[in-house]
């Protein structure tokens, strides 16, 4: 079934740990966006893609990098992880038209 | 950047009323305007959207208008339900490479 997924759904990690964050989808499209959304607030952009090897920062990018190898795959590391990354982590893709969100990735810092 | 504001942040109606949220933007040149659904630690899904072209758009009990000269753009839910009960999120983008979000409305829906 064609769909957004993300690994893990749930992630708790000490301080100073790089972690990665997995988004995968079956649709084939070509626009990807990692956000960071605490519980019912805003969704806060980090880094999107329009196609393979293409990247962009958003206003959060700064403590976190994204690559895209594949056009289905699209990991976001976090080098250092700190308590103020705690947050939801909420991946989506496009290609014209709607965005799709994954499920999210609750990510809990200690 | 583009700068999306929403109000109400809560809003709560009688089950059968109309619920209304506003958002405005700042960049003339944004031209996509999608809504969003998010029931409590569920993913976001689009409920409706209108590009800059359009000034109104409806699917059966949800509308949305825009006005494109004011660069404010609203959401209109008729004959609300229970299961209405969820944050609703506004974005602005522009040609769909970058989405920036409102700040989100809590609707309650009273039965």
């Known amino acids: 079934e064609a769909d957004i997924y993300q690994t893990p759904r749930y992630l708790v990690i000490g301080t100073g740990k790089k972690i990665t964050l997995e988004c995968s989808q079956t649709?084939?499209?070509?626009?990807m966006y990692w956000y960071q959304q605490d519980p019912g607030m805003e969704l806060h952009l980090i880094h999107y893609?329009?196609?393979?090897?293409?990247?962009e920062k958003g206003d959060l990018s700064s403590e976190s990098t994204v690559s895209r190898i594949r056009t289905e795959h699209f990991p976001l590391t976090l080098e250092s992880a700190r308590p103020s990354h705690t947050s939801q982590y909420l991946c989506a893709s496009r290609r014209v038209g709607e965005q799709y969100f994954g499920p999210g990735t609750r990510l809990t810092v200690t | 950047g583009e700068n999306v504001e929403q109000h109400p942040s809560t809003l709560s109606v009688q089950e059968g009323d109309s619920a209304v949220i506003k958002c405005t933007y700042s960049?003339?040149?944004?031209?996509?305007f999608p809504w969003y659904k998010q029931e409590l630690g569920k993913r976001p899904q689009l409920i409706i959207d209108i590009r800059s072209n359009v000034g109104e758009k409806k699917d059966q009990r949800i509308a949305v208008t825009l006005n494109k000269t004011a660069k404010h753009f609203s959401l209109h839910i008729t004959e609300t339900q229970p299961e209405d009960s969820a944050v609703y999120f506004c974005a602005a983008s522009i040609t769909g490479n970058q989405f920036y979000f409102g700040t989100g409305t809590s609707l309650t829906v009273i039965p």
């Open positions: 960049d003339s040149a944004s031209n996509y």
């Open positions: 649709m084939g499209h070509d626009k």
């Open positions: 893609s329009y196609g393979v090897n293409s990247t």
